[in-house]
């Protein structure tokens, strides 16, 4: 006796079966996918939904339920996509009628639009010093230091937005 047969009669449990075993089925990208043997002896992935369409054309029997509710699901999924994308579509165009298409149909990011302001190096120091007192655990060892350590870059940001 050799290999799962001797491990199974000495008590124990026989190994996992490496790879994939035929009949298993996976998901995969939103893909229902079942192993599949063929002639030459390997085993490939293929989609549960052909294989119910060739089995239903050769029975004259329906999808399963599982395939049926997947198919129903993703097609619904791309109705709303297709949808949404139309509604966008039409709102650019309206918005382009209204405040020209150079307006519109320009991209800009947001890197583009925002304004960068330089740190001044006290401000700096004060957030270094914050993030030291955090990691040390000022804020439940001493909380009335920590309380003002905190208050610091705070009142230093607000200064610097009234200049």
Do not use: F
């Not at 996976?26 to 996918?33: A, F, W």
């Not at 043997?37 to 989609?47: L, M, N």
């Not at 029997?61 to 966008?88: C, G, H, M």
């Amino acid at each position: 006796v050799r290999g799962p047969a001797l491990a199974m009669a000495r008590g124990k449990a026989a190994p996992a079966p490496q790879g994939p075993v035929e009949g298993q089925e996976v998901e995969m990208g939103g893909i229902l996918l079942r192993a599949v043997k063929k002639p030459d002896g390997s085993i490939v992935y293929k989609s549960v939904a052909e294989l119910d369409k060739a089995k239903a054309a050769a029975n004259g029997k329906p999808k399963s339920d599982k395939t049926w509710l997947k198919e129903k699901q993703r097609a619904v999924v791309q109705a709303r996509v297709a949808e949404n994308k139309q509604a966008s579509r039409k709102e650019q165009s309206k918005n382009a009628k209204t405040y020209g298409a150079s307006e519109i149909y320009t991209r800009r990011s947001a890197k583009q639009e925002s304004i960068h302001v330089e740190v001044s190096q006290y401000l700096a120091d004060l957030r270094l010093e914050e993030a030291q007192a955090r990691r040390a655990g000022k804020d439940t060892k001493k909380p009335e230091e920590d309380r003002v350590i905190k208050e610091g870059p705070d009142a230093e940001e607000a200064q610097d937005c009234l200049l």
